[in-house]
């Protein structure tokens, strides 16, 4: 079974509108870790943000917050004001156990186009 | 520095051919990795090194093998690829502690002819 689920494989937007990107997840691990990660077509991956299993309010990162509702098991992305550059791949990630533990488990992406 | 590197940007290399990737950062990471990715893709973990050992290997077949000669530079050799290898080769690192993101590099594009 996916650990990871993102069932929007593209998205589309207007500029300076917001978007939201879906994720769920499934772990029985009472301790994770959740992340997204932007892929533009030049390949690097960046790192946008990030929710622990017991942080107690939603993670926010400037334009990015993470709608983290545990008990539905989904950490959802939104974008506000979306601009042109946020033209990309998205990639939910999940790490299952302690901090030190090391493997992300991804997603399958969602493809964001933002129009002019 | 929040900078990981990769070296070379591109790479063709005939399926007899031996080469190298290279991968640095100089954040003081102890933890650094190795992914495969293809095309509309996710990335796919293939080593994982946490203070200059290996600690994780995702049944890589041993045509790559990696090298982690300090704890700044990450090396993967390739040896015998097939076409099928073909894929952006990406490295991250992190601190190797408590709740720390992975930092990736460019990546290196790789094609086996």
């Known amino acids: 079974a996916q650990k990871i689920t993102q069932t929007q494989p593209g998205m589309f937007v207007q500029e300076k509108e917001a978007v939201t990107l879906d994720c769920t997840y499934d772990?029985?691990?009472?301790?994770?870790?959740l992340f997204w990660y932007k892929q533009p077509s030049s390949g690097e991956m960046i790192f946008l943000i990030y929710?622990?299993?017991?942080?107690?309010q939603n993670a926010t990162e400037g334009r990015y917050s993470l709608n983290f509702q545990k008990a539905r098991k989904s950490a959802n992305l939104v974008i506000s004001a979306s601009q042109l550059g946020d033209s990309a791949m998205y990639f939910c990630?999940?790490?299952?156990?302690?901090?030190?533990?090391?493997?992300?488990?991804f997603g399958k992406g969602t493809k964001l186009t933002v129009n002019p | 520095d929040t900078e990981v590197t990769q070296t070379p940007k591109h790479l063709v290399m005939g399926m007899t051919n031996k080469k190298s990737l290279k991968c640095e950062q100089h954040?003081?990471?102890?933890?650094m990795y190795w992914y495969k990715q293809k095309a509309k893709k996710p990335p796919e973990l293939m080593f994982v090194?946490?203070?200059?050992?290996?600690?994780i290997n995702e049944s890589v077949p041993s045509r790559f093998s990696p090298e982690c000669p300090n704890s700044s530079l990450l090396n993967l050799h390739l040896h015998a690829l097939q076409p099928e290898d073909s894929a952006l080769y990406l490295c991250?690192?992190?601190?190797?502690?408590?709740?720390?993101?992975?930092?990736f590099g460019p990546g290196t594009r790789l094609t086996v002819t």
């Open positions: 929710q622990g299993s017991y942080d107690q």
């Open positions: 954040m003081g990471h102890r933890a």
């Open positions: 991250a690192s992190r601190v190797a502690s408590f709740e720390n993101e992975q930092y």
């Open positions: 772990t029985s691990d009472p301790s994770y870790g």
């Open positions: 090194y946490s203070y200059e050992k290996l600690s």
């Open positions: 990630a999940m790490r299952e156990g302690p901090g030190g533990s090391e493997k992300l488990v």
